[in-house]
C-alpha cells in the first residue's frame, strides 16, 4: 500500500433524528509514514463533518489524529498505522493501533528545542476527557475520548432544532 492509500470501512450512524443517540463506526489504515499524517487527519475531519459534529469537535479531532499518527511514525516502527473512530451516545472515541514497539528514536532524547517536541501527550489530554496508553509485545493501541457538546449540527439532544434565541422566555 502507499502512503496515500487509505482503506476504510464504515458502519452508518442510526437515529438521524437524535445526533446525539447516533452510532457510527469508520476506520482507516495506511502506511506508518509522514505522509499518512493529513491523509488520516483529513479522513479524521471529513468523518467528523459527516457525522454533523461541531467544529470545536472537528479540530480537537484534528489535533488528536495528528498527534498519535505523529507519534506512529516517530517512535513505534511499524509499517502501518490503523485509525478507528466511534461516534456514541455524547461522546468519540479515537483509537490509533500500530503494530510496533515504542521507542525513541536516537537524538532525539533531551533536546534543545523542548518547545516543539514531547508535548503530544500533554495536548491531547487538554481536549480530551480520557486518554489510554496499551503497549503490547504486538503493537500498541492508543485511545482518547472526546466528549461531545449538547448541541450537535444545531440540533438539541431530542433531535429538534433548538428554539431562536428571540423565543425564549426572559
Known amino acids: 500500500m502507499i502512503a496515500t492509500d487509505v482503506v476504510k470501512c464504515e ?5 438521524e433524528d437524535c445526533p446525539l443517540q ?10 506508518a509514514l509522514p505522509s499518512s499524517v493529513p491523509v488520516l487527519r483529513r479522513h479524521a475531519r471529513d468523518e467528523a463533518r459527516r ?32 485509525l478507528l473512530l466511534k461516534l456514541g451516545p455524547g461522546v468519540l472515541t479515537v483509537t490509533v493501533r500500530d503494530n510496533g514497539q515504542w521507542s525513541t528514536p ?6 534543545e528545542d523542548a518547545d516543539c517536541f514531547g ?13 489510554t496508553v496499551a503497549r503490547t509485545r504486538t503493537g500498541n493501541w492508543v485511545t482518547a475520548e472526546l466528549d461531545l457538546p449538547l448541541e450537535v449540527g444545531g440540533r438539541s439532544p ?3 432544532a433548538w428554539p431562536a434565541e428571540s423565543s425564549l422566555p426572559e
Open 11 to 15: 458502519v452508518p450512524a442510526h437515529s
Open 22 to 31: 447516533r452510532r457510527a463506526v469508520s476506520a482507516a489504515s495506511a502506511a
Open 51 to 82: 457525522w454533523d459534529l461541531s467544529e470545536e469537535v472537528q479540530e480537537s479531532l484534528t489535533l488528536v489524529v495528528s498527534e498519535l499518527v505523529t507519534n506512529v511514525v516517530l517512535h513505534s516502527a511499524s509499517p502501518d498505522v490503523t
Open 106 to 111: 536516537a537524538g532525539m532524547g533531551v533536546r
Open 119 to 131: 508535548r503530544g501527550f500533554t495536548l491531547i489530554e487538554a481536549v480530551t476527557t480520557r486518554l
Open 158 to 160: 431530542t433531535g429538534g
